[in-house]
């Protein structure tokens, strides 16, 4: 079992910036994959950034050049830093990981944090 655990969401003005952070335990010598995805009301769950084992990284069209996932060395914890949060990047945010159990791969959410950006 892999649990992960958001922090760091929050109340922010257009232009600010805020850092999520996700906390993993369990099998975490298991995970193949972490990410960021997120979900407003109305619309559908989105990825946001993701980065493997191996430290390759993707980005929405909608977050590149804003947004950088990041690992520590152990790679675990995995963060989002976010910059030039507009209105649209309201959404609840939930950490993800991909990882292995006896050879099938199986995903792992966490609970989600709120980043609401309003002036």
Not at 82 to 97: F, G, H, I, Q, R
């Amino acid at each position: 079992q892999v649990q992960l655990v958001e922090s760091g969401g929050g109340l922010v003005q257009p232009g600010g910036s805020l850092r999520l952070s996700c906390a993993a335990s369990g099998d975490i010598f298991r995970i193949n994959a972490m990410g960021w995805y997120r979900q407003a009301p109305g619309k559908q769950r989105e990825m946001v950034a993701t980065i493997t084992s191996a430290g390759r990284t993707n980005y929405a069209d909608s977050v590149k050049g804003r947004f950088t996932i990041s690992r520590d060395n152990a790679k675990i914890p995995v963060h989002l830093q976010m910059n030039s949060l507009k209105p649209e990047d309201t959404a609840v945010y939930y950490c993800n990981a991909v990882y292995r159990r006896y050879g099938s791969s199986t995903n792992s959410w966490g609970q989600g944090t709120q980043v609401t950006v309003s002036s």
